[in-house]
């Protein structure tokens, strides 16, 4: 069971928008930042969004994070049959350690 | 270009103990903390601890206090996880990643995993 909830898929048609859902609490998200990393089959996950809403080098626009309270939403816009993958959240925990990560079930996105 | 390049797959028994190794190049090694994460087959990311090289500090994640010891050799830019007391559940694929210290989650650059295999 994991600390942080998604839903675990995810669906849409090329060229259109969606969003994945991310919730945890007052402990998580709701006082550290939101990371979204992207995994494609078989390859290790790369950092699409950090500090909840800013994206590393490289990472198209069509991608973005947002944060209200204790949830988080990754956006993809202008869906492509490449950006099938398993999407995860991640958040620092206060009620551990502080500095412990914790991730999101993952939602596996699908491109129809 | 940054690189985490990890030891390769193993195969353990349970109740026995596996290393896995992540030596980094291309970037300084003390100043950024190192993290491990596994995934289980078909399952998500599970953040196990880290340690910041330069002041050897590490943080573990409760579920694993007392069976995981993560090193760093300095010299050699790479780092260690030491898990103990295998036992099958801990069949997953064991990821390094660079993290910032003052992002905590913030891994930017991750190695190519190791599939450690618990069976009898």
């Known amino acids: 069971q994991s600390v942080l909830t998604q839903p675990p898929s995810a669906s849409a048609t090329p060229g259109q928008r969606v969003t994945i859902s991310c919730s945890g609490s007052?402990?998580?998200?709701?006082?550290?930042?939101v990371y979204w990393y992207q995994q494609l089959p078989g390859t290790a996950p790369k950092l699409l969004i950090y500090?909840?809403?800013q994206r590393p080098s490289g990472v198209p626009d069509r991608f973005s994070g947002s944060k209200s309270g204790t949830s988080a939403s990754l956006a993809i816009s202008g869906l492509r049959s490449e950006d099938e993958a398993n999407y995860y959240c991640?958040?620092?925990?206060?009620?551990?350690?502080?500095?412990?990560?914790?991730f999101g079930g993952g939602t596996k996105l699908t491109v129809l | 270009q940054v690189q985490l390049v990890q030891s390769g797959a193993e195969v353990k028994k349970p109740g026995s103990s596996v290393t896995v190794s992540c030596k980094t190049s291309?970037?300084?090694?003390?100043?950024?903390?190192i993290s491990w994460v596994r995934q289980a087959p078909g399952q998500g990311l599970e953040w196990i601890g880290r340690?910041?090289?330069?002041?050897?500090?590490?943080n573990y994640a409760q579920k694993f206090q007392g069976r995981v010891t993560i090193t760093a050799d300095t010299s050699t830019s790479t780092a260690y996880m030491e898990l103990n007391s295998l036992r099958s559940e801990d069949t997953a694929v064991f990821y390094c990643?660079?993290?910032?210290?003052?992002?905590?989650?913030?891994?930017?650059?991750w190695g190519q995993g190791t599939l450690v295999t618990v069976s009898s």
């Open positions: 291309g970037g300084p090694f003390s100043s950024f903390p």
């Open positions: 340690i910041i090289p330069i002041v050897d500090i590490t």
């Open positions: 991640a958040a620092c925990d206060d009620n551990l350690s502080g500095r412990d990560v914790v």
């Open positions: 990643a660079r993290e910032w210290e003052l992002l905590p989650g913030y891994f930017d650059y």
């Open positions: 500090r909840d809403n």
């Open positions: 007052s402990s998580n998200i709701g006082s550290n930042y």
